[in-house]
């Protein structure tokens, strides 16, 4: 079994400061691991995901994230936000199996304040 | 592409009354899932379908729920009968079967149901 543990429910910051936004994982496996946003009244959209390879992995929008296996974890950042990045943040993980369902966090808020 | 599809965006229902919710996903995807989002209890995998036929129906929270996937291009969410607790968002996700999809879902923008 999976698990994805994101301790941070709220991040508040100002605009153009940098942020993370921290995601734990749990499995016993290989894994798959993405990042999506949803923006208010809307659906989730993918934002960024780490198959394999350079464990810095670049998304939408100037977010970047880093896997790191012997901490098992797959951080969000972005140097500096802006009011639009205001939105819930979910990490997710899948096993490499194909037809494997993805196990989602509990979310993150992120407001951006002026 | 036109992305995955669901109706209606908004539904506002008395509580007793049935609710039917549908999805259609990406054309050539071949799994579908529906989840349900809420306050409480955050994003929640409700039931996934692989090939049209339901694989794990493991979080439908009771009997009163039922989905179908009738053919690649279709699928339906029911709440017989319906209850103020059921309010939430409910979205509908598909995924590419391609082994380079990579398990990614894409998801539609969702149902919010409000049951009075």
């Known amino acids: 079994a999976q698990s994805v543990t994101q301790l941070d429910s709220q991040v508040p910051v100002f605009e153009e400061a940098p942020v993370e936004l921290r995601c734990n994982y749990s499995?016993?496996?290989?894994?798959?691991l993405f990042w999506y946003v949803q923006y208010p009244n809307q659906g989730l959209q993918l934002l960024l995901k780490?198959?394999?390879?350079?464990?810095l992995v670049k998304g939408i929008n100037g977010f970047e994230a880093e896997f790191n296996k012997s901490q098992t974890s797959f951080h969000l950042r972005k140097p500096s936000v802006h009011i639009s990045d205001t939105a819930e943040y979910f990490c997710?993980?899948?096993?490499?199996?194909?037809?494997?369902?993805?196990?989602f966090g509990t979310g993150t808020r992120l407001q951006v304040t002026l | 592409d036109a992305g995955v599809i669901q109706s209606p965006r908004h539904e506002v229902t008395e509580m007793g009354q049935e609710v039917t919710l549908r999805c259609k996903p990406i054309?050539?995807?071949?799994?579908l899932f529906w989840y349900r989002q809420t306050m409480m209890r955050g994003l929640e995998l409700l039931i996934y379908?692989?090939?049209?036929?339901?694989?794990?129906d493991s979080g439908m929270p009771e009997d009163r729920f039922s989905a179908k996937m009738p053919n690649a291009s279709f699928s339906t969410l029911k709440i017989q009968p319906s209850e103020p607790r059921d309010s939430a968002v409910y979205f509908c996700?598909?995924?590419?079967?391609?082994?380079?999809?990579?398990?990614?879902?894409?998801f539609g923008p969702g149902t919010r149901l409000t049951v009075l």
């Open positions: 054309s050539g995807h071949n799994s």
């Open positions: 780490y198959l394999s390879g350079s464990t």
């Open positions: 996700a598909s995924r590419d079967p391609g082994i380079r999809s990579y398990n990614e879902q894409f």
């Open positions: 379908f692989n090939n049209n036929v339901p694989i794990d």
């Open positions: 499995s016993s496996v290989s894994v798959y």
């Open positions: 997710a993980v899948t096993n490499t199996g194909t037809a494997s369902k993805l196990t």
